[in-house]
């Protein structure tokens, strides 16, 4: 089992920025591939980014590329997403998840942490 617990949403005006941070505990953090995924509402939940265990390989959803950065600090247990140059609709509950498999498949991922919130105004 591992516990996942996100932060750093808010309201920001868009163009602006937001570093949304996953803090794991539980068992090894290492052992998981870590995505994001977000939800807006009256939306389904959609895939975001993820990264490989080691950090080394990402994966996109093609609307967030070269704007969202995701990372991982294996000696801290937690993962970042770094979100630049948001746009309204990026608007949306953001989450962490644990999984085994670099995809963007939800259903691949086995532990969720309950979400921040972020809004963009325009």
């Known amino acids: 089992q591992v516990q996942l617990v996100e932060s750093g949403g808010g309201l920001v005006q868009a163009g602006g920025s937001l570093r949304l941070t996953c803090a794991a505990s539980?068992?090894?953090?290492?052992?998981?591939?870590m995505g994001w995924f977000r939800q807006a509402p009256g939306k389904e939940r959609e895939f975001v980014a993820t990264?490989?265990?080691?950090?080394?390989?990402?994966l996109y959803e093609d609307s967030v590329k070269g704007r969202f950065t995701i990372s991982r600090d294996n000696a801290k247990n937690t993962v970042y997403l770094q979100v630049n140059s948001l746009k309204p609709e990026d608007t949306a509950v953001y989450y962490c998840?644990?999984?085994?498999?670099?995809?963007?498949?939800?259903?691949?991922?086995?532990?969720w942490g309950q979400g921040t919130q972020v809004t963009v105004s325009s």
């Open positions: 998840a644990a999984g085994w498999s670099l995809v963007g498949d939800s259903r691949r991922y086995n532990y």
């Open positions: 539980g068992r090894t953090f290492n052992n998981y591939v």
């Open positions: 990264i490989s265990r080691s950090g080394s390989s990402t």
